[in-house]
């Protein structure tokens, strides 16, 4: 155990350095070895600085634009809402982006934690990323302040701000440090490009409602978020130019307020960090025990045997290999955006909720290639073609544990928005029918392209197959579409019919059977392939 106690002095000594500026040094030093390292992280930090200079640059100007608008508060508000928003979630995703965010690399350091605080703190204020931030908060004050006290308190107003957005950053990294640096924040990482890719689908959203609707729309946000932190202080700042001081004064102090509640928190995780033990020192017995009643607990919920044992191993994956997760997220994200975002806007259509099937439809393609190396386990239970009929029948049931409800929901989502309820039982006809093609498609395309998928880095396939996965893929998804179009055909046959509209319910049943039907037939036709080719599969899937 650390302790948080700095040594004695001795008589006649020296006094110790500062520690602020000891670790500013620190700083700057990681940074400069960073970029000794190669010539590619030399070009790549300088392209992204020049980047973010000039996104900074150019938001500031058009910050200053907004000055003298009615909507100026209207923007800024929100905006720094939305930033101070980025700096609590980033170091959630990107924790390995600043090696100083990391305080368990200080806990053998005799420093007291409030020393090493107000150090940690002045270090953070180096980085592009404050400097984005002030030229933004510069920008804001400008554009809504109006009068020489708006500009006397914007002077005042924007220093605490800044310190907000880089104090909430710092106490959210250190209560989650142990989080974030297990496997768990690894997935984190993993799933920030769905993150960033959602809330861009969201905002877009957002901006496209706003346009149609006039900034007015945002005043009775810009009203509520201008009391919290750190957009309290732009509120202030507007606030002195309509003359209510008492209201701009409060604001101050809900931001002063913020930042010393932050600073505080942040004090409290760090001592708790340097002076408790973390969750690798719990007995192994211990966590043995928790990990097995996790097991039982989800295997009372599948069918016994071999088939629950295979359902079991490959929710398994899902829930704790970071690509196999990443992978369905993406899709059960993407999945729901298309349809629901384009109903909400009304320009979509019901069918367009057979795009979640069709992106979970994806998942049973190269089954074998997720369990890399590990499948030659796997491979020692197979010995004949019933052996791979079951090992892919115990796969493919635990994907329609996840698919088949969201599917449904998603559909009655959409429907729900239109308001399309009589169109409800063919749009899951056809879903289900979708479905059931790509798991038959996906299962055979596993056992005749397989290939690996790399467990270290951002590639999700190994060098020198990149061909076979997109064969794997979307020829397997060119073939799934051939499948539904006897169940495509029906639907636009009973469209065109006179009197055919009022039958288009049977494609429920037509449509779910029809996809059993061709997932049953994959199985039966894929399992003696995955029996006879399990040497070549296994070399696939375990390169590189």
Same mark, same amino acid.
């Given at each position: 155990?650390?302790?948080?106690?700095?040594?004695?002095?001795?008589?006649?000594?020296?006094?110790?350095?500062?520690?602020?500026?000891?670790?500013?040094?620190?700083?700057?030093?990681?940074?400069?070895?960073?970029?000794?390292?190669?010539?590619?992280?030399?070009?790549?930090?300088?392209?992204?600085?020049?980047?973010?200079?000039?996104?900074?640059?150019?938001?500031?100007?058009?910050?200053?634009?907004?000055?003298?608008?009615? +909507?100026?508060?209207?923007?800024?508000?929100?905006?720094?809402?939305?930033?101070?928003?980025?700096?609590?979630?980033?170091?959630?995703?990107?924790?390995?982006?600043?090696?100083?965010?990391?305080?368990?690399?200080?806990?053998?350091?005799?420093?007291?934690?409030?020393?090493?605080?107000?150090?940690?703190?002045?270090?953070?204020?180096?980085?592009?990323?404050?400097?984005?931030?002030?030229?933004?908060?510069?920008?804001?004050?400008?554009?809504?302040?109006?009068?020489?006290?708006?500009?006397?308190?914007?002077?005042?107003?924007?220093?605490?701000?800044? %310190?907000?957005?880089?104090?909430?950053?710092?106490?959210?990294?250190?209560?989650?440090?142990?989080?974030?640096?297990?496997?768990?924040?690894?997935?984190?990482?993993?799933?920030?490009?769905?993150?960033?890719?959602?809330?861009?689908?969201?905002?877009?959203?957002?901006?496209?409602?706003?346009?149609?609707?006039?900034?007015?729309?945002?005043? &009775?946000?810009?009203?509520?978020?201008?009391?919290?932190?750190?957009?309290?202080?732009?509120?202030?700042?507007?606030?002195?130019?309509?003359?209510?001081?008492?209201?701009?004064?409060?604001?101050?102090?809900?931001?002063?307020?913020?930042?010393?509640?932050?600073?505080? %928190?942040?004090?409290?995780?760090?001592?708790?960090?340097?002076?408790?033990?973390?969750?690798?020192?719990?007995?192994?017995?211990?966590?043995?025990?928790?990990?097995?009643?996790?097991?039982?607990?989800?295997?009372?919920? %599948?069918?016994?045997?071999?088939?629950?044992?295979?359902?079991?191993?490959?929710?398994?994956?899902?829930?704790?290999?970071?690509?196999?997760?990443?992978?369905?997220?993406?899709?059960?994200?993407?999945?729901?955006?298309? &349809?629901?975002?384009?109903?909400?806007?009304?320009?979509?259509?019901?069918?367009?909720?057979?795009?979640?099937?069709?992106?979970?439809?994806?998942?049973?393609?190269?089954?074998?290639?997720?369990?890399?190396?590990?499948?030659?386990?796997?491979?020692?239970?197979?010995?004949?073609?019933?052996?791979?009929?079951?090992?892919?029948?115990?796969?493919?049931?635990?994907?329609?544990?996840?698919?088949?409800?969201?599917?449904?929901?998603?559909?009655?989502?959409?429907?729900?928005?239109?308001?399309?309820? &009589?169109?409800?039982?063919?749009?899951?006809?056809?879903?289900?029918?979708?479905?059931?093609?790509?798991?038959?498609?996906?299962?055979?395309?596993?056992?005749?392209?397989?290939?690996?998928?790399?467990?270290?880095?951002?590639?999700?396939?190994?060098?020198?197959?990149?061909?076979?996965?997109?064969?794997?893929?979307?020829?397997?998804?060119?073939?799934?579409?051939?499948?539904?179009?006897?169940?495509?055909?029906?639907?636009?046959?009973? +469209?065109?019919?006179?009197?055919?509209?009022?039958?288009?319910?049977?494609?429920? &049943?037509?449509?779910?059977?029809?996809?059993?039907?061709?997932?049953? %037939?994959?199985?039966?036709?894929?399992?003696?392939?995955?029996?006879?080719?399990?040497?070549?599969?296994?070399?696939?899937?375990?390169?590189?």
């Amino acid at each position: 155990m650390s302790t948080v106690t700095p040594a004695r002095t001795p008589a006649g000594a020296p006094p110790a350095p500062a520690v602020t500026p000891v670790v500013v040094r620190l700083k700057l030093s990681l940074l400069r070895n960073g970029l000794r390292q190669s010539a590619g992280r030399r070009v790549a930090y300088a392209v992204s600085v020049t980047l973010v200079l000039f996104f900074a640059a150019l938001q500031l100007l058009v910050l200053i634009a907004l000055r003298g608008t009615g +909507h100026a508060a209207s923007v800024t508000v929100p905006l720094v809402t939305v930033l101070a928003l980025g700096w609590a979630v980033m170091p959630l995703f990107f924790p390995s982006g600043d090696e100083t965010l990391d305080p368990t690399r200080l806990v053998m350091l005799p420093l007291r934690p409030r020393p090493l605080v107000r150090a940690l703190l002045v270090a953070s204020l180096v980085g592009v990323g404050p400097l984005f931030t002030l030229c933004l908060l510069i920008g804001s004050v400008i554009a809504v302040a109006r009068g020489p006290a708006a500009y006397a308190v914007a002077v005042v107003a924007v220093p605490p701000a800044l %310190l907000v957005c880089v104090a909430l950053a710092r106490a959210v990294a250190t209560a989650n440090i142990r989080l974030l640096t297990s496997r768990r924040g690894r997935d984190l990482a993993v799933l920030s490009g769905l993150v960033i890719a959602v809330g861009a689908q969201v905002v877009n959203f957002g901006v496209q409602r706003i346009g149609s609707a006039g900034l007015g729309r945002l005043a &009775p946000v810009a009203d509520v978020l201008g009391w919290v932190p750190p957009a309290s202080a732009i509120g202030a700042v507007d606030a002195v130019g309509d003359g209510a001081y008492a209201g701009a004064a409060a604001r101050l102090a809900l931001t002063g307020l913020a930042l010393a509640a932050l600073l505080a %928190l942040w004090t409290r995780s760090l001592t708790r960090l340097m002076t408790s033990p973390d969750g690798s020192t719990l007995p192994a017995a211990e966590r043995g025990a928790r990990d097995r009643s996790r097991s039982a607990g989800l295997g009372r919920l %599948l069918p016994a045997g071999r088939t629950g044992t295979i359902m079991e191993r490959s929710l398994r994956y899902v829930w704790r290999d970071p690509k196999t997760k990443a992978a369905w997220v993406t899709s059960l994200a993407i999945g729901l955006i298309v &349809p629901v975002l384009n109903a909400a806007q009304g320009t979509g259509s019901i069918y367009f909720a057979c795009f979640a099937a069709g992106m979970l439809g994806i998942q049973m393609y190269n089954q074998f290639g997720q369990d890399t190396s590990a499948f030659w386990m796997v491979a020692l239970t197979i010995s004949s073609p019933r052996d791979a009929y079951v090992e892919l029948r115990g796969r493919t049931l635990a994907l329609l544990v996840i698919t088949l409800p969201y599917t449904t929901l998603v559909t009655v989502l959409t429907a729900a928005l239109l308001g399309d309820w &009589p169109a409800l039982p063919e749009a899951l006809g056809l879903s289900f029918a979708l479905l059931g093609a790509m798991l038959a498609t996906g299962a055979w395309s596993s056992a005749r392209f397989p290939y690996s998928v790399p467990q270290e880095g951002q590639k999700n396939v190994a060098a020198g197959q990149a061909g076979l996965a997109w064969i794997s893929i979307f020829g397997g998804m060119v073939a799934a579409a051939l499948l539904c179009l006897p169940v495509i055909a029906l639907s636009i046959w009973l +469209h065109v019919s006179a009197g055919g509209a009022g039958w288009t319910w049977l494609l429920l &049943p037509l449509g779910s059977a029809y996809g059993a039907g061709a997932t049953l %037939l994959g199985l039966r036709l894929a399992a003696p392939r995955t029996a006879r080719r399990l040497p070549e599969i296994l070399a696939a899937v375990s390169k590189g």
